[in-house]
């Protein structure tokens, strides 16, 4: 058995590829970033052969650094930026448009119709998405009414559509594949969250040929092998979209099991067990496929986490770095009473308030600094409160202990309070790369590799656990004082009429 695994890790902002040996460690990475195109304000877009392109050098880069040839790798595993689609032709396999990133909005109008013909409730019901332009479906809508003829080749089969991971697995199999597991497929706005299948009823709403959509398979299926790429026979298999890879990363496998990552923006996934567990405020979502049984998560995005963080820097410029931030905020003993409400595009999970705008609210004229860049970090942890109480009080699960991941939890003074402000353990493990190590380890299920999931649960290491410190009632003081902040910046822009 070859000794060696790689995972793919397709982003928004670039390609990753990471070779892993027996022992589970990193003997070989490398990086690339990948263009984004912006061809209207709003719109986001990805070349989809230089995603090829880029993918394929870090795979090659990441095996010269580990020294290794394809056919001492055992398998490949990919995680990869969800809800980002494309359509391509089949013959050709060339793209009829560029692949529609996840935070584009240039489809907007496409789903408001969809809204106005009545279908929000459906939508809503049977994908367990609330109706919005980030998910796949108007993606592929759009492209299919801006190209002219697509429509029709597409109802000819001449087009196929997919997520990044579909498309990665039809390129590395030169065609041969066109497939897609189920985290992924959830979140397309497409998909039958409770039965596990696309949805006909919303596929001739949309008018979007089911022909066109790949086959769903288990995240641990075998998907494909290497040899239209490599001439090697190396599967590919483990594939999840990137925050469940993170969820599984983190071992996160019973229900009530969470973990949060804090990068540019935070996303909390709770498992949620074996059906879907619609949250107010929150999205429901597949986690994982394992051999056709499904699990579900509840996930909790919040736009600014780390983005605070790069604001005081790159706009403010209170910080050097984001890491200084940490040393900052530890140079006083609280904010004095200042909050800051990093609500710049609107607040997200679980309130929802696209007319918000951010505030820093509390200051006298003692306020310095520091109390601002206290108060900024703090924010970081009183959003991930605001998502928990909303999945605990939404599904009656109690969370135990919180698992982060993601650039920021290097920042102790960080990991510290969201402990003391939660009231539970904030878990940090060895580990934080949990997405790709995710997709890694699924395939290690679906080759054998490991047996179970107690077996993977074994594999997670504990870097740093963070105990709640902090007195209750000083806790609730000061998250009370950022719900009262919080709600300030509801509905700002009509406030001040501007919207
Ligand atoms: P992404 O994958 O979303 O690009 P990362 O997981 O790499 O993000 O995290 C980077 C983000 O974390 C940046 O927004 C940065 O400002 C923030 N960050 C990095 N280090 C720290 C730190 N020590 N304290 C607070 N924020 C940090």
Redesign the pocket.
């Known amino acids: 058995m070859p000794k060696y695994i790689a995972g793919i890790d397709e ?1 928004t ?1 670039g390609a990753r590829t990471f070779v892993i040996n027996e022992d589970g460690e990193t003997v070989g990475l490398a990086a690339a970033e990948l263009t984004q195109n912006y061809p209207h304000p709003g719109w986001i877009e990805h070349d989809p052969q230089e995603i090829v392109r880029i993918q394929l050098e870090t795979f090659r880069g990441a095996m010269h650094q580990a020294g290794i040839r394809p056919d001492d790798l055992a398998y490949v595993g990919l995680t990869n930026q969800r809800e980002t689609a494309l359509v391509w032709e089949k013959d050709t396999g060339q793209p009829i448009y560029r692949a529609i990133v996840w935070a584009s909005r240039q489809t907007v109008d496409v789903v408001e119709q969809w809204k106005e013909q009545g279908l929000g409730e459906q939508i809503e019901s049977t994908t367990g998405l609330i109706p919005d332009a980030y998910y796949s479906a108007s993606k592929i809508r759009w492209i299919l009414d801006q190209v002219p003829g697509a429509q029709e080749r597409a109802e000819k089969g001449e087009l196929l559509a997919g997520t990044i991971d579909t498309w990665l697995v039809w390129k590395f199999t030169g065609g041969k594949q066109h497939v897609t597991e189920f985290s992924n497929a959830s979140r397309t706005m497409m998909f039958n969250l409770a039965k596990g299948e696309w949805d006909d009823d919303l596929l001739a709403a949309y008018n979007i040929p089911k022909r066109m959509l790949p086959e769903v398979r288990s995240s641990n299926a075998v998907m494909g092998d290497l040899n239209a790429t490599f001439g090697v026979d190396v599967p590919i298999c483990g594939i999840l979209g990137d925050q469940q890879a993170g969820l599984f990363g983190q071992a996160a496998y019973s229900p009530g099991q969470v973990k949060m ?5 935070g996303v909390l996934n709770i498992n949620s067990g074996d059906a879907p567990k619609p949250v107010p405020g929150l999205t429901p979502s597949i986690a994982w496929g394992i051999n056709g049984e499904l699990t579900y998560e509840i996930e909790g995005v919040q736009f600014a ?3 605070t ?2 604001w005081l ?1 790159d706009d403010l410029k209170l910080i050097h770095t ?2 200084d ?2 040393w900052y905020a530890g140079q006083v003993p609280s904010t004095d009473g200042v909050y800051l409400v990093p609500a710049f595009t609107g607040l997200s999970a679980p309130i929802w308030d696209p007319y918000a705008r951010a505030a820093i609210i509390g200051m006298s004229n003692a306020t310095t600094r520091l109390h601002v860049i206290r108060a900024a ?1 703090e924010s ?1 942890v009183y959003q991930t409160r605001d998502v928990i109480d909303a999945a605990q009080d939404g599904t009656g699960i109690s969370i135990p202990e919180l698992r982060v991941d ?3 939890v ?2 102790n003074f ?1 990991c510290q309070l969201q402990a003391d402000i939660l009231g539970i353990p904030v878990v940090r493990p060895k580990n934080q790369e949990a997405a790709v190590y995710g997709a890694m380890l699924m395939g290690g299920l679906g080759m054998g590799q490991w047996s179970s999931l107690d077996a993977l649960a074994e594999l997670w290491e504990v870097d740093r656990v963070f105990e709640p410190e902090m007195g209750r009632d000083e806790a609730e003081s000061l998250y009370a004082g950022w719900i009262a902040a919080r709600d300030l910046t509801r509905g700002w822009l009509k406030k001040a009429g501007r919207a």
């Open positions: 982003g902002t990552t804090y990068g540019t923006a986490q780390g983005k963080m790069q820097r984001a890491p931030s940490e970090v970081m993601g650039g920021a290097k920042n960080l």
